[in-house]
């Protein structure tokens, strides 16, 4: 099959309404392009589930905080269109920002509608550090879900806060689409897949191995009986490379997001650290 590449919100909205006229059901998977086998195990689980599949490409600069890598983040369109084609996507979806958000809009909450989280779950986390970040996720995909009119949406479980917050959103404004969460997934060295690796020089490479083998570790203790979180917590540092820079360790209940002192199943442990310029996301779910 060949895959439809559509820029304009009309278009897709037309196909959608044509698709659900002869009652197919829509899988959709957001993603902000340079796709790798993380995101090619979303769309896979999408034609699974539905009858058709919508990819969004679309690198949401509200969603990027002051100094982080909006300018630099790799595009790779043709590349990404190339894998959808192969795994058989129906329709890719990629905006320009004006298209999403209008004409001359200034990209903050002074002249565009934000969807804001709860602060809770957003000052926390990767949330604490990048102000707005959240906000700016939530907005986007609600925006996308309006267009595309998904039964089910797929995301990874590296952004485990990501994850937990839209599936927040879809409750909360009572939204009918089914959030599908998807394993995360690794290279064969343990490293957690994103699109960010490619800016690891070989050092640095070696040095981000240390973050899985960092949680693994973790898991081994907790499979043998250690619960409390500051010896795990210690532990895991101690396995880390000495030239990351540790943004957060977090143990965490995946149901709730609430802080704990006591690994149980159902813990999140999650980690963010830069290595050299790039920051990176990991976690494991004990």
Not at 150 to 171: C, E, N, T
Not at 250 to 275: C, P
């Amino acid at each position: 099959m060949n895959t439809i590449l559509l820029n304009k919100i009309s278009d897709v909205k037309k196909t959608v309404k044509e698709w659900k006229k002869s009652g197919y059901s829509i899988g959709f998977v957001p993603t902000m392009g340079a796709l790798h086998a993380g995101h090619a195990s979303l769309i896979k689980k999408a034609k699974e589930t539905a009858d058709k599949v919508i990819v969004s490409i679309f690198v949401n600069p509200i969603q990027f905080c002051q100094g982080e890598d909006l300018d630099k983040y790799p595009k790779t369109l043709e590349e990404d269109a190339k894998l959808c084609n192969e795994i058989g996507v129906d329709v890719i979806f990629a905006p320009s920002p004006k298209e999403m958000y209008g004409e001359n809009v200034k990209l903050n909450n002074n002249e565009l509608t934000f969807v804001c989280p709860p602060f809770n779950i957003v000052d926390c986390m990767c949330g604490k550090s990048r102000i707005g970040h959240f906000d700016g996720v939530a907005t986007v995909v609600l925006k996308l879900f309006n267009i595309t009119q998904p039964d089910y949406a797929f995301f990874g479980q590296k952004d485990a806060q990501q994850l937990f917050i839209l599936k927040k959103m879809v409750k909360d404004l009572n939204l009918d689409v089914e959030i599908i969460p998807c394993p995360l997934v690794r290279e064969q060295d343990g490293l957690a897949l994103s699109s960010r690796n490619t800016y690891l020089s070989t050092e640095e490479r070696n040095q981000a191995l240390t973050i899985s083998k960092a949680l693994f570790y973790i898991r081994e203790l907790y499979n043998k009986g250690i619960c409390d979180t500051s010896v795990l917590f210690d532990s895991a540092i101690s396995v880390l490379d000495k030239n990351i820079d540790i943004e957060y360790l977090e143990f965490r209940n995946f149901d709730t997001l609430d802080k704990t002192n006591e690994a149980k199943d159902n813990t999140l442990v999650a980690i963010a650290v830069k290595v050299g310029k790039t920051r990176l996301i990991d976690n494991i779910i004990l």
